[in-house]
């Protein structure tokens, strides 16, 4: 495979990927040795300087926007998913980037209100996943924000969220 190839391959499994991937993964898929991954990787983030970049943070690589198109893309993003979830939605979506990881019983007794159907939906939309059980009677499933969640709102991570108005912790 020639250095252009590797490259292009790279570029379309970083694009298609829901998760940043580490050299050793995408040696793994592309068949390419582990230092000719990581040569493409550099080639690749020269060449992406436009409205999408290569980033790379503990090891892994992903595509984001450009740091430029922030508040088009942050604008863009807030009007779909506005439109796209419901009110409770959003509510029980913000419940879980705050609180997470957060139980069904711990979402319910923050909104007053059963939220099985909401926290399904979520999941459907990747925007939370499953991630533990708790030490809680039964053992139930705690809820976080995805990789998904945080991509689509340009987040590293939860910490990066706005802080919350007094009271409303």
Do not use: C
Not at 17 to 46: D, F, I, M, S
């Amino acid at each position: 495979m020639s250095e252009q190839d590797l490259e292009r391959d790279l570029e379309a499994i970083l694009f298609s990927a829901g998760e940043p991937l580490t050299p050793k993964r995408l040696a793994a898929v592309t068949g390419a040795p582990e230092t000719a991954v990581k040569t493409a990787l550099e080639a690749l983030g020269k060449r992406l300087t436009g409205g999408i970049r290569l980033a790379h943070a503990t090891g892994a690589y992903r595509l984001v926007t450009a740091p430029e198109a922030a508040e088009t893309v942050r604008a863009f993003l807030e009007d779909t998913s506005r439109s796209d979830l419901t009110r409770a939605a959003l509510e029980t979506l913000a419940i879980i980037a705050y609180r997470g990881p957060i139980t069904r019983a711990g979402i319910e007794h923050v909104r007053g209100v059963a939220s099985e159907a909401m926290i399904r939906n979520l999941m459907a939309r990747g925007l939370i996943s499953e991630t533990s059980r708790s030490n809680e009677a039964g053992r139930p499933w705690q809820y976080e924000v995805s990789h998904t969640f945080l991509q689509h709102f340009g987040l590293a991570s939860t910490a990066d969220l706005p802080p919350l108005p007094e009271g409303a912790a």
